[in-house]
């Protein structure tokens, strides 16, 4: 019998898987509603913001802070993973400006080879710079979970698994903000739908494709950043969540962002339901799930972006 | 002195030298088991002056590097005592290591294209199993590291000539932590046990051994199996599973980085309140496995053929003595892995001592599978055997519970066991199923 | 057309003396010595490989099936536009077969396998086909490479295909053996060359076939709807039968290459065979032979496979050499090795400015400074712009 507080877990479970792919996946929709790339570094920016984050918040956590320091050490746990990510914006700013822009003009294909070559060079950068054995990010983990007990059904669920729900919330309202109600974010999607009518009404393209890779780069990163303390950086990580976020982007619709926050919850709450209940499908679920859209919704679930974020 | 020089340093010199030289004295008297009557053979002429080539094939990077490295650290190791002891037959060894990666044949030909006198590794079971066949057919011997996939020898390569592995393998390991469960909890008290392994064929074969040998010694009954990605990021539903299901016994094969992230996350989630974990390659996260978790855990771990507390350290320190070169130079804990790269160098280097001692001159390919048929030696961890008839290698295996150790400064294990190859692996021609099914 | 048109032989045409391979192929005489080198070169690598140290038969072997797969990936990256993000997936399927066959079913004759790689690998292109082909663009790209992707989660999780341990090509009890050669059992030397020397007869017929299809009718189809799929349909052309019937070929070529693969190596592994990052490896062949050439994916995946496996001799970062192969061809040599050597105008008219004056490089060298500073500052504006508003 599926008893109901086992149902209770298993989907804030899922939840909170959903919002690290979001997160990974909003970039990467984001990029490709726009600058019609398909990022295939995305993954290696997602690694790069966990080992960032390693060193940096390893750094302020073992030089300053600890547990005992109680919520100030979430927070400097929170800012420290937020500036970790930062440092990935100058990196996006790079790939976009030098390395992207000259071949936008040029066949797809092309930019599917660049970014797989940057996502070899990449993982090498990261291999000279963090060595070839994996790293991992010590106290934080427990150090959140030990600040405050949360028991859900009577079983004791991770503060740290909440602490990413609350964060990931907050970025998704964030984002949606940015793009339904700012002046700059209504400009993005303007782009989106026309580039050249946005040329003419006065719209930097340039200054926004490089806004949106940099901002894709930074959400990939604090993913990263986020999704390091209960687990460790490696450097093979790159690769799931980029096919992972695939998945996300093309059961939402490529290019929208609603879409890949639908496509993240439902992927991440039935991968975990599969899991659960199908162990033997945990492997191929996610693409089973999206064959299965496909089937019934060809486009997607939200179409491509633009006319709503 | 060079060894062109040198009348070539005895058998013994190479046996003290991989196994320790405080066991000098007890070798002296053991190598009557090699059936060698303590005459110095002695080199000779026909011994090349030339070094020895060896090539090792291991993880040297990425989540397997944890594996890896210790396993090249154990090879270094072992290489460097038998080249300060004056080098096999007079013969020093070089080791040339490479990634293992997806290339494990590649690798493999590429260094008896370099003219690699021997080859070691690899790490992964599957890459063994597609490099087992190429060995019998270049015919330059290769001795396995690890690569314990238990259908090596039944299956895939069934009548070896020039393919060795040192390690014990799966099925070794499985039923050493069965018999451990069993030992620590009482049979009458195993009624349930699930298990969360890495979603691959190492991971699939571990628990269906496990729980085989398990069955055999109990009425326990299978309440919950998880295959989780391997080097997954979240094991939060199979650890949700575990505690839905409160099993008696939780079995893992996880290894390295997923050891951590699985019983870090588990203790988040309090499951060690609602079961008993117990696994084969717990130990090899054992840098980074933090004190509380281990605590919390005090997991029942089986280790393939090497624990440096056990033998007990007073009455045969080469363990010991082990232990602090791996920290000072490697700056690690030696884990069975570890072992793995230093007792296929040395079942080699002993093999073809005792070969050149028996022809008066360096030994063919051929002359040095002979000899490692039935070859028994010693290491740190004890006494070692290549079986005759499927060139699988015998050591006895450790288990206990892992604990926090001050001193060390990381996971040890108390109240440490052994068993002997005999009790947990089967005689050569019975397949493991068969074996487990016939107790 | 009478019947000597269709020998190969000499031939005159336009006043200059041509060299006929087949009918509708002629070539001239420098390039007919060229692909008469080519052959001898590839009959003869294994006679060379010794001579080379760090270049092994095997690894040429594997660069050469994996970039076949390529040249049929091609025929729908060149001719249709269309991205295939999951070639693995009929190469996996081709191994696959040759290694249940030979497992399950102790079948050991060596072209038995073949075929059942190559009918493998037909059915499970007709299915991905028919499912993926209702997309074009990066739709199709995706879908294709989680079609693939479920294969390789399939693969990885079945018992009977081995997990990812993989299953072993040698029939017969002990393992010991290799797939049988019309009934003879050979030596592992000897078998491996006579492998290799298949795989050589086997891609050169495939290029020719591949020649003859891309300049048939159906060819020229294929391009019309590359071009424009709504006015292929406009001028009658059955479009989506046409990119179906040319994805199933292209999935063919992907299994006789995995099948060869199977017998060559030995031990399939899906790891080796059917993830997703082998069909990304697949297309990029193709692209960094040249995509708009008919030998540039073989010579890509030769070359590719050679960097990726060889790289490892050279230096501990053999991804970010790849890597950086694959920048110069993105930035420098946009037609492909193949392209680039063949019929690149501006790589020519650069290599006789350098002869004529070899200060040229100078020139060419601040010119590109130049460039990189300018993208530079642009990028700085960016940089500027997005924190400082406009």
């Known amino acids: 019998m599926v008893a109901l507080e086992n149902v209770a877990i298993h989907t804030l479970n899922g939840v909170q898987y959903g919002f690290v792919l979001f997160l990974i996946a909003s970039g990467l929709t984001i990029i490709l509603g726009i600058l019609d790339v ?69 066949d797809e294909v092309y930019q599917l080879v660049l970014t797989f070559a940057l996502l070899l060079v990449i993982k090498d950068a990261i291999k000279y710079v963090w060595g070839p054995k994996p790293v991992r990010l010590e106290g934080v983990y427990s150090g959140i979970n030990a600040l405050a007990t949360v028991s859900i059904a009577g079983r004791t669920f991770p503060t740290y698994k909440l602490l990413i729900i609350v964060v990931g919330a ?35 393209v340039d200054r926004t494709f490089t806004l949106v890779f940099a901002m894709g780069a930074f959400f990939a990163g604090f993913a990263g950043a986020m999704a390091l303390p209960p687990t460790q950086a490696h450097l093979e990580m790159g690769a799931d969540p980029l096919v992972l976020s695939f998945v996300v982007i093309v059961i939402g619709g490529l290019g929208s962002l609603r879409g890949a926050f639908v496509g993240a919850l439902l992927v991440g709450v039935l991968t975990r339901w599969a899991t659960w209940l199908y162990p033997a499908m945990e492997l191929a679920a996610p693409f089973a799930i999206m064959a299965v859209v496909l089937l019934v919704k060809p486009e997607g679930l939200f179409g491509s972006w633009g006319e709503r974020a | 002195m060079t060894p062109g020089e040198s009348p070539g340093p005895d058998r013994r010199t190479v046996m003290k030298a991989v196994g320790g030289s405080a066991i000098a004295a007890a070798l002296a008297g053991c190598t009557r088991l090699l059936g060698d009557d303590g005459d110095d053979g002695g080199g000779s002429a026909d011994v090349p002056d030339e070094p020895i080539q060896a090539g090792l094939q291991t993880f040297t990077e ?10 090249q650290y ?116 195993v009624d349930t046990v699930a298990g969360i392994n890495p979603n691959y064929s190492f991971g699939q074969d571990e628990m269906r051994f496990f729980v085989k040998a398990l069955k055999q010694m109990t009425d326990a009954e299978v309440v919950y199996e998880g295959y989780p990605d391997l ?116 079942a080699w280097a002993t093999a073809v001592e005792k070969a050149v001692d028996l022809i008066g001159g360096w030994p063919s390919q051929d002359q040095i599978a002979r000899a490692l048929e039935g070859h028994g030696f010693y290491t740190p961890s004890g006494y070692h055997v290549i079986r005759a008839d499927d060139h699988q290698g015998m050591s006895n295996s450790y288990y206990g519970r892992m604990t926090w150790d001050d001193d060390v400064g990381a996971a040890a294990l108390t109240d440490v066991g052994s068993f002997g190859p005999r009790e ?8 493991a199923s068969d074996w487990i099914d016939s107790w | 057309m009478s019947d000597d048109r269709r020998l190969p032989g000499v031939v005159d045409r336009d006043g200059e003396r041509r060299v006929r391979v087949m009918a509708g192929l002629e070539l001239s005489r420098g390039r007919a010595a060229l692909a008469l080198l080519g052959v001898a070169l590839l009959f003869a690598v294994p006679d060379l490989t010794p001579l080379l140290p760090g270049v092994k038969l095997l690894v040429v072997h594997q660069g050469l099936l994996f970039g076949f797969a390529a040249v049929g990936l091609n025929l729908l990256l060149r001719h249709t536009r269309l991205v295939s993000f999951g070639h693995a997936a009929f190469f996996g399927a081709g191994a696959y077969a040759t290694a249940v066959l030979a497992t399950h079913y102790e079948v050991a004759g060596l072209f038995t396998l073949l075929a059942t790689a190559l009918v493998a690998a037909a059915v499970v292109a007709t299915v991905v086909g028919y499912l993926s082909l209702r997309h074009t663009g990066l739709y199709f790209a995706l879908l294709t490479l989680a079609f693939g992707q479920l294969l390789f989660a399939i693969a990885q999780g079945q018992q009977f295909l081995g997990g990812s341990d993989g299953l072993s090509v040698r029939p017969g009890p002990g393992r010991g053996g290799a797939p049988t050669i019309l009934g003879q059992v050979f030596a592992p030397e000897v078998y491996e060359l006579l492998v290799y020397y298949l795989t050589v007869v086997v891609v050169l017929v495939g290029l020719l076939v591949m020649y003859r299809l891309a300049n048939s009718p159906i060819g020229n189809a294929l391009d019309a709807i590359g071009q424009d799929r709504t006015r292929a349909q406009f001028i009658g052309i059955p479009t989506r039968r046409y990119v179906w019937a040319a994805f199933v070929i292209s999935g063919v070529y992907g299994g006789i290459a995995g099948g060869l693969y199977g017998v060559a190596v030995k031990h399939v592994r899906p ?6 990052l082998r069909s990304g490896e697949i297309l990029f062949m193709a692209i ?81 400074v130049g460039r990189l500073g300018g993208a530079l500052r642009t990028a700085a504006r960016n940089v500027r712009s997005v924190f400082g508003g406009t």
């Open chain 1, 38 to 106: 398909l990022n295939l570094a995305h993954g290696e920016l997602f690694a790069l913001g966990a080992y960032v984050t390693s060193s940096l918040v390893g750094a302020l956590v073992g030089a300053a802070f600890t547990p005992d320091s109680g919520l100030g050490f979430l927070l400097v746990v929170l800012a420290g993973s937020a500036l970790a990510a930062a440092v990935l914006v100058p990196v996006g700013l790079f790939l976009e400006a030098v390395l992207l822009r000259p071949i936008y003009e040029r």
């Open chain 2, 231 to 346: 080097l997954a990021e979240d094991m939060s539903t199979h650890i949700t599973e575990v505690n839905n299901e409160s099993p008696d016994v939780t079995f893992s094969s996880m290894w390295g980085g997923d050891v951590t992230t699985l019983l870090t996350q588990a203790q988040a989630n309090d499951m060690f309140d609602e079961t008993q974990i117990a696994g084969t390659v717990l130990y090899s996260a054992v840098d980074d496995l933090g004190r509380d978790v281990i605590e919390d855990a005090e997991a029942i771990s089986g280790s393939r053929n090497w624990y440096w507390g056990h033998p007990d350290p007073g009455r045969w320190s080469p363990g010991r003595d082990l232990f602090e070169v791996a920290r000072d130079q490697f700056d690690v804990v030696p884990t069975a892995h570890f072992h793995s790269g230093y007792g296929a160098v040395a």
């Open chain 3, 271 to 276: 790891e080796a065979t059917l993830h997703f």
């Open chain 1, 170 to 204: 907050a970025v998704t309202v964030g984002l949606f903000y940015f793009f339904e109600r700012t002046k700059t974010g209504r400009i993005v999607r303007a782009t989106a739908i026309d580039r050249e009518m946005a040329t003419a009404i006065g719209v930097d």
């Open chain 2, 74 to 189: 154990g090879a270094e190791l072992a290489i460097q005592r038998i080249n300060d002891a004056g080098g096999v037959a007079g013969r020093e060894i070089e080791l040339d290591v490479r990634h293992e990666a997806e290339a494990h044949v590649e690798n493999y030909q590429q260094f008896v294209d370099e003219g690699k006198d021997v080859t070691f590794g690899p790490t992964s079971s599957g890459g063994h199993e597609a490099l087992t066949q190429e060995v019998e057919e270049q015919g330059v011997v290769n001795v396995g590291t690890d690569g314990t996939v238990t259908t090596l020898y039944e299956e895939t390569n069934d009548d070896p000539l020039y393919s060795f592995r040192f390690q014990n393998y799966d099925v070794m390991e499985c039923v050493t932590v069965a018999r451990a469960v069993v030992e620590e909890l009482g049979a009458d008290n």
């Open chain 2, 62 to 71: 990425g989540a397997a590097s944890v594996l890896g490295l210790q396993t």
């Open chain 2, 424 to 431: 947990v692996a089967p005689p050569p021609g019975t397949s």
């Open chain 3, 288 to 368: 960094l032979g040249g995509f708009q050439t008919l030998l540039g994916p073989l010579i890509g995946g030769v070359v590719f496979f050679f960097l990726k496996i060889g790289g490892r001799n050279f230096t501990d970062y053999f991804d970010a050499l790849t890597g950086v192969v694959l920048l110069l061809v993105v930035f420098g040599f946009p037609r492909g090795i193949v392209g680039s050597l063949g019929g690149d105008r501006s790589v020519r008219a650069r290599a006789a400015a350098v002869r004529s004056d070899p200060t040229v490089v100078l020139e060419w060298a601040v010119a590109g």
